[in-house]
Nanobody
């Protein structure tokens, strides 16, 4: 059974930083893409960043590029999202997801498994 467990969310001031973690277990496939998505109240879920397990290839949404960094530790089965220079438009529930395949897609429907999400709040 695939499980994704996120941690690291919380409250931070504008301009501050947070690091989210997502630990995966039970992955039935060796080639996969891990993604971070976010959803704010009243808005659609949107792609933030993604990375391939097998390489350092990463992809970012324009809205976070240059501020967020995705990385992975294969030995720990963990993917991280380092979020710097947080803005008032960044608060959301951030969820990690895994996709069986190599395509670094931004489409959430193409991801197979999801974590429960972690709340990120940014104060003025």
């Amino acid at each position: 059974q695939v499980q994704l467990v996120e941690s690291g969310g919380g409250l931070v001031q504008t301009g501050g930083s947070l690091r989210l973690s997502c630990t995966a277990s039970g992955l039935p496939f060796s080639s996969a893409v891990m993604g971070w998505f976010r959803q704010a109240p009243g808005k659609e879920r949107e792609f933030a960043a993604g990375i391939r397990w097998s390489s350092s290839s990463a992809r970012y949404a324009d809205s976070v590029s240059g501020r967020f960094t995705i990385s992975r530790d294969n030995a720990k089965n963990t993917v991280y999202l380092q979020m710097n220079s947080l803005k008032p438009e960044d608060p959301a529930v951030y969820s990690c997801a895994v996709r069986n395949g190599m395509g670094l897609t931004t489409v959430y429907r193409e991801y197979n498994y999801w974590g429960q999400g972690t709340q990120v709040t940014v104060s003025a």
